[in-house]
Structures are given as C-alpha cells and as structure tokens.
C-alpha cells in the first residue's frame, strides 16, 4: 500500500523528534565556531578584532562559507537562534521526505521504507567511512546541501537531468565539496551511458553545471593554491581533520562493504543509474584511501571523498529490506488508526524530548531558542561579554569552542577553527604548538585533548610577556589554573585572567 504524503509527513516529523531525542539540538559552539561568529562579523566589522581564522577567512573571498554566511547576514543577529532552528527543521525534514521518496522507487511497502531510513539515520549513524552524515544536530551548510542533494538524485534517478543539475548548482555554492562530488558521479554516469544519437543533448545539463559554477570553483582554488608547506599535507589532513579524511574502524569497513554488495546485487537489474553511481563512488574511494595513506596528493585529498560514502550507506539499507520485501507479510493499516497511532507517537515523543530527557542518561544538547541554559561555559562567556571590549583577544582551552559566538570576542588561535588554505595553515599550526605544546608527532584530532590541557594548564607568569607581545589581552583557562594576573570572570570551572593593561 503505497503511503499518502500526509501520512509520510507524519512519519518524518516523528523521525525528526526520534533524531531529536537521541542526538540532541546544538546551538553557538562546536561547528558553529566557523559559521555564527563569521555571520557576526559581516553584520558588524568592529567584531573580532585580530581573530586568526577570521581574518584569514576574510582575506580569502570568496571562500567556501562566504556566500552561506552572507545570506544568513541578512537576518537580525538577535534572530539567529530561531533562524538556525527553523531551517534545522525544515531541511531535516526535507531529507527525511526526500530519503522516502527514493526507496519509494524500489520497496513497495511503507514499513520497510521507514525501517531502512531509520536503520541509516538512528541506529547506523556516523557508520559510513569518514565521520560525517547526512544529519547533524546542529545547522550548518552541510545540513541544507545534504537535504537539496537527496532530491538532486532523486531527480537524476527519475530522469530529471535538467532538476538534477539545476539542484546541484544551488547545492556547490552552499557546500562546494557535497555539490561538486556529486557532479562529478552525475557527469560519470552520463558519459558511460553514451548514446550517439542525443550524446550532446545528454550533455547539456552538465554543461550549464559547469558553467554557472566553474567561476566560482576557480576562484576557491586560487585561494588555496599557495605552495604548500612541506607539512601542509599533515596539518590539515592528519592532525586536524584525520578522522574526515582516514578510515580507521573495522566494523565500518565490514558493514560498508556489506552494504555496497547488497547495492550491487538489488540495483543491478532495477536502476542502472544507482547500480553506476555505487559502482563510481566505490570506485573513488579506493582511489581515494590509496591517496591519503600513500601517495599524498593534496588536490585530490580536497575532495574529501569519503563524504560520499553516506549515500552508500543509506542505499544499502534500501537494498537490504528490498532483498527481504518478497520475504516478510504485508501488513494493511487502515489510514484513521494509522494517523491516530503517528499523532500519538509524535505527542509522546516529544513529551520525553522536553520533559522526561534531562531525567534520561542522554548526554546530548537540547540547545533549543526558547530553552534556558545554565552551564558553566556559557556563564563565563556572558561575563566575558559584559568585562571585556570588542577589541580583547584570547586563548583558551583547546576544546573550548563557545567563547567564539556567546562571548563575540577574538581568538589568537582555534583547534576548532581552521583556513583551509596553506596560505595559513603553517600559521595556525605555529600557533596552536604555541598555545597548546602539540605537534604532529602527537597524532591528530580531538584525541589530543588530554594532552592540550595538560599543556596549556602549565602555562605560567614566565610565559605572560610572550603572550603579551602577540597582542594576547586575555586568558579563559580551568578554574584550578592559577596565574599571578588579574582576574575579571570566574565560576565553578572557569577563570579568565587579564593579562595587558588599557
């Protein structure tokens, strides 16, 4: 029984709330440190005085966030948190709806469906190669290219050319890596289906493709076509970003490949399309790891490839409950009980998202606009905002990332944040070795935490004249830091120490 789309609707708003209730809902830290605080600064110039990643990012335009970030310039600062939820929402639906509609292709019966999306969403998330997915918790650019991207194949898949790259050119000025990636398999797949006869006709989508982003695409690579550090490769790939950029889990491989087997088996004989576009991906990803593990070649390395593993998995578990739809019963609901049961599943669900959570074991935000929030962190910022000017300058511990948004003060320098550009990326990792005593030898990624703690708490009065002198006004470290300055913030955590004069 083929699902109507009020009832599909239903079910995606119940997914949301089920996503919701297991991931949480972030807002002003984490991977908003790259975004909000650049908002912020188009709104107002005065902002972020001397911040490295922003002043760099500033000295790139365009860059890979410009365009997303102006837009959403364009909406009062004051207004953001709603904004940011609001669209949240809105493309998480989006996704949900648009994953529907591509099983509805190949499974007939509605249970199956939803049980594929939720096994990719709930219970498999982050399983693909390469940390990322299709759904964050927090809204950012991925989450809205990710959203018009499951449409652009949709469309492809359905024989919509045209709407498949007119999708696409919206989503590689949103995330250029999303957007391209999926032009290139797209333009792949239309090349191995030659046909003499309408060969260029086939073409033409991809040639307006090309055109109306390739200005832009040039423009990005000329920002980051500086010669490379010897060591560029390793900062960016491997000590920051390695688990985006290197597979290391055994029982991902072991269920990726799984999945992709089973893709091949079910689209062999029902899409050639999809049979192609796994086939492809698959394909560049072993080009890809065979890059990053051995031939270490930059450019290739910025296709961050592994990013495309998350339509693998999730046309995998398509192909997986199609394998077993011939197997299992239908089951016939009568649309009355169907919505009553959705209504009241939505209604309980959300009950336990804003009352019973906090009683949970749950550990992830719920960082809603309406929602008060009381923790340390954030508490530090607000007094931080109300000591301090425009023009402070800080450190501060390495994980640390809500200084940024909640106190709109600069930093001398983020692990979080980083220009990917080697035009900066030796002068980023100088610093955070300055800051945080970590080098290339210490691994990569957030794994270095302890060690960064441990470091940045034995910084002392001896290293005060050294911070001074690169222009440091201000020190945010653990309450149990302690420093012969002056201090202007404190609470039960945190300490900010003043380490200039006015």
């Not at 590689?172 to 032009?183: M, R």
């Not at 009950?351 to 074991?361: A, I, S, V, W």
């Not at 511990?397 to 003060?409: E, G, I």
């Not at 910084?459 to 309450?479: E, V, W």
Request: hydrophobic fraction near 50%; aromatic fraction near 18%.
């Amino acid at each position: 029984m083929k699902a109507s789309a009020f009832h599909v609707l239903l079910f995606s708003i119940l997914t949301y709330l089920l996503l919701l209730l297991l991931f949480g809902y972030q807002f002003g830290d984490n991977d908003h440190i790259e975004l909000l605080p650049y908002i912020l600064k188009l709104q107002d110039p005065t902002l972020y005085q001397n911040d490295f990643f922003l002043d760099s990012m500033f000295a790139m335009i365009p860059n890979e966030r410009h365009i997303f970030a102006s837009v959403f310039s364009l909406f009062p600062a004051s207004s953001l948190e709603w904004v940011f939820f609001i669209f949240h929402v809105f493309s998480s639906l989006i996704l949900i709806f648009g994953l529907y509609r591509i099983a509805e292709r190949f499974v007939s019966r509605p249970y199956l469906i939803w049980s594929a999306i939720i096994l990719n969403l709930l219970f498999f998330h982050e399983w693909n190669f390469g940390k990322v997915e299709m759904y964050y918790s927090a809204f950012q650019a991925s989450n809205l290219a990710k959203a018009i991207a499951v449409w652009s194949i949709f469309y492809f898949i359905d024989g919509h050319k045209w709407a498949a790259f007119i999708l696409l050119i919206a989503v590689t000025y949103i995330q250029v890596v999303v957007g391209l990636n999926l032009a290139i398999v797209f333009t792949s797949i239309v090349v191995l289906g030659f046909r003499r006869q309408a060969f260029f006709s086939d073409l033409k989508p991809v040639i307006a493709y090309t055109v109306l982003t390739l200005p832009f695409l040039l423009l990005l690579l000329m920002n980051r076509s500086a010669a490379s550090d010897k060591h560029y490769f390793e900062i960016m790939f491997n000590f920051r970003h390695q688990h985006h950029f290197f597979i290391y889990s055994s029982d991902k491989i072991i269920l990726m490949l799984s999945l992709i087997m089973l893709s091949l088996v079910f689209y062999f004989n029902r899409s050639k399309e999809l049979f192609l576009f796994t086939m492809i991906i698959t394909i560049g990803t072993c080009i890809y790891v065979l890059n990053m593990q051995f031939l270490k070649i930059e450019f290739i390395a910025n296709f961050n490839w592994l990013k495309n593993t998350i339509w693998l998995k999730y046309l995998g578990f398509v192909g997986f409950v199609g394998l077993l739809e011939k197997y299992l019963p239908k089951f016939t609901f009568k649309p009355a009980l169907l919505t009553l049961f959705l209504g009241l599943a939505i209604l309980t669900t959300g009950h336990l998202l804003l009352n019973q959570r906090d009683k949970t074991n749950y550990t992830a935000p719920l960082e809603f606009p309406t929602r008060e929030r009381s923790d340390s962190s954030l508490d530090i910022c607000e007094q931080i905002i109300n000591r301090t000017n425009n023009n402070a300058l800080f450190i501060q511990p390495f994980n640390f990332t809500a200084l940024k948004y909640h106190s709109q003060r600069a930093s001398y320098v983020d692990f979080k944040a980083i220009p990917r550009s080697p035009k900066f990326a030796q002068t980023w990792y100088k610093r955070i070795n300055e800051v945080y005593g970590l080098s290339l030898t210490d691994g990569g990624g957030f794994g270095m935490k302890q060690k960064a703690d441990k470091n940045y708490k034995t910084m002392s009065d001896k290293d005060i004249p050294f911070l001074s002198k690169h222009g440091i006004t201000h020190l945010l470290t653990f309450r149990d830091h302690k420093l012969n300055a002056p201090v202007i913030a404190e609470n039960s955590d945190y300490i900010v120490y003043k380490l200039t004069e006015d």
